[in-house]
């Protein structure tokens, strides 16, 4: 792609990345994948650098962010705002299958996909029976 081309993409993109105030400051990861950006509203924000969409939930600061940075190896992520300074993990792919990852996520959050969509929670003795097959299962992803 030609450097006038990529810009247009990369402008794009940061205008994706919507902000409720003026952003302070903002880092990409070694390879380029991600942008973490600072915000004048007390919070630091893990975006997708190639389709602008946010990833995980705000990180939230008492003050305006006006420092952010990854670390070498990108897991961890630093943000500062007036006298705090914050480390944060960053966010991992997670390994398994999907079957796998969709029980862990029954057992982690009590709760349940429906044929039709819905979400219902689990009872107590199905979520136990649930949480015993996961702990059985290889390339099961760690329970917090």
């Avoid at 880092?27 to 004048?40: E, I, M, R, Y």
């Avoid at 975006?47 to 939230?60: H, I, K, Y």
């Avoid at 952010?68 to 500062?80: E, I, R, W, Y």
């Avoid at 990852?101 to 996909?113: D, F, H, N, S, Y």
């Amino acid at each position: 792609m030609a450097r006038s081309q990529q810009s247009v993409v990369h402008a794009a993109v940061v205008r994706a990345m919507q902000h409720p105030d003026e952003v302070l400051s903002a880092a990409f990861n070694t390879d380029g994948s991600l942008v973490l950006t600072g915000c004048k509203d007390g919070t630091a924000r893990l975006w997708d650098a190639e389709n602008g969409l946010q990833l995980g939930p705000d990180l939230r600061h008492d003050a305006p962010v006006s420092v952010v940075a990854f670390s070498p190896d990108g897991k961890t992520m630093l943000t500062g705002a007036g006298k705090e300074v914050r480390l944060w993990k960053g966010t991992q792919p997670m390994e398994g299958s999907p079957e796998t990852i969709k029980l862990w996520a029954e057992v982690l959050t009590g709760l349940e996909v429906t044929a039709n969509g819905e979400l219902k929670q689990v009872d107590v003795e199905r979520w136990y029976a649930k949480r015993i097959e996961l702990l059985q299962k290889k390339d099961a992803p760690p329970l917090p």
